[in-house]
């Protein structure tokens, strides 16, 4: 045998001796657990599976539970403003949505991502957990061209693919619906469980609303919004100066009086464009913008009353 | 020079035989999607799965990871729609119970469901879910959804750089 065949017999070895040390760990603590006669074998294994899977935080939280507190979100959205009956915008909406989504960090949501138009004046978008994303249509027609829309919905999107909105739940009412919720394996609340988990569940909806109606999110996750935002929607390959353009806007008709909506749950559009600038600079060449596609916007939207 | 870079391959190899001889579990969490030909949306599905389906796990490559179905089906799909499978030497012992991975219990688990919603929307009348099952429905096809990037020369048939 050569040195380096030796070398290698030797590496395989120690690499399959550390795979199955760590069989060798876990059993050996089901066996001890076991070997104090308290609880029998299988409750043993039991004990070492629930250590397993203990969750704490809103990174914990699944997919599906997500899309429920989602679609609970946009139930209350929804019972504040009206959906628009404008079935040609709202579709328009959907696929370009469902397009800048492809292209985001987090393409696949549990039931997918649905766009609705609003039907108010007041210029505003939210992104409720799960990718159920609202655009009022005041906002809608403030917007001159589609690649100003699409880095509307590809901020929203940024919010859902970063998961702002869990984030706003306070952390010790996840862990008392954690601790309802348990790690035993079957879907099923008893009734009082049920009680206590849907109070929880009332609470969460209240951290997240208040956040996306009426307080805001913190600043940090609308700049992370923004650069992601932009970041898809160049890479769906529209023109970088969409949101730009939007906060040039906003900036220009800024309330005199006291913060309300958009302006009261988003940093300053001035604190905003300047970053967006230095990260649009940062991008080198990028997409430019169509006719054709602000042709179609413009077609989208005429009947948008 | 030359023997160490040729020890360092060898390591890699066995390193590499070993990944392969744990062939990777993947759980899908997304309620019903699909596996497609190339890793791309808009290339041609060629299975439907749903949450809790599991897939082996072949390649992963550019945020996409190639897999193959149990009935055999191989194909593409986005990296989000799966979760890895924690991988548990103790499972493979035939003789013990066959572990679930953490995420597979939290899968299967009660959580915020459809029973909560349920009670919540009992005693929230206020809630607007009929909208919200309104607005679940409006959803573009694949193939609308490429006709409209086709038509804005947008994704794939962009290029005006």
């Given at each position: ?52 899977v203990l969750r704490s935080t809103f990174g914990d939280i699944t997919?599906?539970e997500e899309?429920y507190i ?59 957990p ?33 998961r702002h909105g869990l984030q706003s739940i306070k952390k010790s009412r996840l862990i008392d619906a954690f601790k309802v919720i348990g790690g ?12 206590k988990i849907t109070g929880i569940f009332e609470g969460v909806l209240g951290d997240v609303?208040?956040t ?94 | ?105 939290a899968?299967?688990a009660k959580g915020f469901?459809?029973?909560v ?45």
């Amino acid at each position: 045998m050569t040195i380096r065949a030796k070398a290698l017999a030797s590496i395989a070895i120690a690499v399959s001796l550390s795979l199955s040390g760590c069989q060798a760990v876990k059993q050996g603590a089901a066996d001890l657990i076991a070997s104090t006669g308290k609880v029998s074998h299988e409750d043993a294994q039991a004990l070492v599976r629930t250590a397993e899977v203990l969750r704490s935080t809103f990174g914990d939280i699944t997919e599906e539970e997500e899309y429920y507190i989602g679609r609970a979100t946009a139930a209350l959205i929804l019972a504040k403003y009206k959906p628009s009956r404008n079935a040609a915008v709202n579709a328009y909406v959907n696929t370009m949505g469902t397009a800048l989504s492809y292209y985001s960090d987090r393409p696949e949501v549990y039931a997918g991502y649905h766009f609705l138009v609003l039907d108010t004046d007041e210029v505003n978008a939210m992104a409720a957990p799960g990718g159920f994303i609202f655009v009022t249509k005041g906002l809608v027609k403030r917007c001159g061209d589609e690649e100003t829309l699409a880095a509307i919905l590809g901020h929203e999107i940024g919010h859902v693919a970063a998961r702002h909105g869990l984030q706003s739940i306070k952390k010790s009412r996840l862990i008392d619906a954690f601790k309802v919720i348990g790690g035993e394996a079957s879907r099923k609340f008893d009734s009082e469980e049920l009680t206590k988990i849907t109070g929880i569940f009332e609470g969460v909806l209240g951290d997240v609303v208040e956040t996306l109606v009426e307080r805001g999110y913190d600043r940090k996750f609308e700049y992370e919004a923004d650069k992601l935002g932009l970041t898809f929607a160049v890479r769906t390959g529209y023109a970088p100066g969409g949101l730009a353009e939007f906060l040039v806007g906003m900036e220009e008709h800024k309330p005199s009086g006291p913060a309300a909506g958009w302006f009261k749950t988003h940093p300053s559009p001035a604190d905003r464009l300047a970053r967006v600038k230095t990260e649009t600079a940062a991008l080198g060449a990028a997409p430019i913008k169509l006719d054709v596609r602000t042709a179609r916007f413009a077609e989208a939207v005429k009947n948008l009353r | 020079m030359k023997k160490p870079a040729r020890l360092t391959f060898l390591i890699a190899m066995v390193l590499a035989i070993f990944v392969f001889l744990l062939a990777e579990t993947v759980v899908v969490k997304i309620k019903m999607t699909s596996i497609r030909r190339d890793p791309k949306f808009t290339s041609p599905i060629v299975a439907a799965i749903k949450a809790g389906d599991t897939l082996e796990k072949l390649e992963a490559r550019d945020g996409w990871v190639k897999v193959k179905t149990k009935a055999g089906v191989v194909g593409w799909l986005h990296a989000t729609a799966v979760e890895t499978k924690k991988f548990d030497l103790l499972a493979m012992d035939k003789t013990m119970k066959t572990q679930a991975s953490s995420s597979e219990v939290a899968l299967a688990a009660k959580g915020f469901n459809k029973q909560v919603e349920d009670k919540y929307r009992a005693g929230n009348a206020a809630a607007n879910f009929t909208a919200v099952d309104a607005m679940e429905k409006v959803k573009p096809t694949a193939a609308e959804v490429e006709a409209f990037m086709k038509a804005g020369r947008l994704g794939e048939f962009g290029g005006t750089r």
